[in-house]
């Protein structure tokens, strides 16, 4: 009985890990329409392709080093120690932070979309996914928590708390993809003079699909990253919630209904919470959700007028700064004065966010110096004005146009 038992939980938390990678993998969908419906028709089919070529190469790359790296578990034995006693645990946890890992050169695509070298940023992204995020990973998750975590545990009273990655994954990647971005420049025509010419998007309804799906997903992202069944949290489903719903109507009003704004609003409140999903008020979560989305609109706004930064789909500003935000967020508004769960320290929230920024910019920028160094990293003008779809995919979107 006690066998069947175990067997039956063991099942229960495989399940539920599965559940959860798979939705979270479907993610990955929604970054490529969000993609696909900002940039330009020409430059389409290669939003789609990077997106599943990046997941692939992230992977094989995460199976083989990076998960090692993070959580000291080696994939390379029989299929039978694989399985194991308790159903294959492992594997499906390998198969769910695989979907976090992966994010980061997702998040990257949309940044330096439309003028970057298709093959040398897979290899920059197998570089991150492979080596550079996983470390970090095993700071605050992994194998070596004991080290930061515990560090900061016995000097301010708690640990660095990311429940779902704000910090880790969303902050991560879009702070490296900041180096990545400048080191490619503006795309042609985006500033002409120190004029700012604005680059209209190409498909709205793609663009809401992309959002309706990561949002869908997201509820995968952070109700699973309790990774067992009876860790299960309503509070963090609605604070989930609550945290899109502020960053929309937040977004709504600010942008004066942009529907650019209002759909990215969304993902910025569902970054932002993702860190104290699970220890702040669901009022708390709307507001911090809300805050998210003010810090893109305008952080958007200021990134691509004042600093004249062609970050083609804000992740800069959406997944870098708001995913700091939502870090030291947790700190604020998980504490019990503001009806949160405590066991937070803001200096340790603080601590731990500057350190992932810190972290993530010197990464990439050493790994970008040296893509551009060893291989070139933007295409040539001419293939820039024809598109990377025709340049190097060999084909558009929308082939039917050229039929005669």
């Not at 330096?112 to 080596?131: D, M, N, S, T, Y």
């Not at 160094?373 to 050229?402: C, K, Q, V």
Request: aromatic letters at 12%; proline letters at 4%; glycine letters at 12%.
């Amino acid at each position: 009985m006690e066998a069947s038992i175990v067997s039956l939980r063991n099942g229960g938390d495989v399940l539920f890990l599965m559940l959860g990678a798979v939705m979270v993998f479907a993610m990955h969908a929604g970054f490529a329409f969000l993609e696909v419906g900002t940039v330009r028709k020409k430059s389409q089919v290669n939003a789609f392709v990077k997106i599943l070529s990046d997941w692939s190469v992230s992977t094989i790359i995460y199976f083989l080093i990076g998960y090692p790296i993070a959580y000291g578990i080696d994939f390379l034995q029989p299929a039978a120690g694989l399985l194991g006693d308790n159903q294959g645990i492992e594997l499906v946890r390998f198969f769910f932070l695989l979907c976090f890992a992966a994010c980061i050169p997702a998040i990257i695509s949309g940044g330096i979309a439309e003028r970057a070298k298709f093959w040398p940023q897979v290899a920059a992204g197998a570089v991150f996914v492979g080596l550079a995020y996983p470390f970090f990973e095993s700071l605050i998750w992994g194998r070596n928590s004991s080290y930061l975590q515990g560090f900061l545990e016995r000097t301010l009273g708690a640990p660095f708390h990311d429940f779902a990655g704000s910090v880790v994954v969303h902050s991560m990647g879009g702070w490296m993809a900041l180096p990545a971005v400048l080191i490619l420049g503006p795309r042609m025509g985006r500033y002409v003079r120190g004029k700012s010419h604005p680059i209209p998007v190409s498909n709205i309804p793609f663009l809401a699909l992309g959002s309706w799906i990561l949002a869908v997903g997201w509820f995968g992202f952070n109700v699973m990253s309790a990774q067992k069944l009876e860790g299960i949290s309503g509070l963090v489903a609605v604070n989930s919630l609550m945290a899109m719903v502020g960053g929309v109507l937040f977004a709504l009003v600010a942008s004066r209904n942009d529907p650019g704004f209002v759909h990215n609003g969304a993902l910025a409140g569902l970054i932002a919470i993702c860190a104290g999903s699970d220890i702040v008020h669901p009022l708390a979560a709307f507001l911090l959700g809300g805050i998210g989305s003010l810090i893109f609109v305008y952080g958007f706004q200021w990134e691509q007028e004042k600093l004249k930064i062609d970050d083609v789909l804000g992740v800069w500003p959406l997944h870098g700064v708001v995913g700091s935000w939502g870090g030291i967020a947790a700190g604020i508004f998980g504490m019990p004065v503001f009806g949160g769960m405590g066991g937070v320290n803001f200096f340790s929230q603080l601590i731990g966010t500057l350190l992932a920024i810190a972290y993530a910019l010197t990464v990439s920028v050493l790994v970008y110096v040296m893509v551009r160094n060893l291989f070139g990293f933007r295409m040539t003008d001419e293939d820039e004005f024809a598109g990377p779809d025709l340049r190097i995919h060999n084909i558009d979107a929308y082939p039917e146009d050229h039929v005669r």
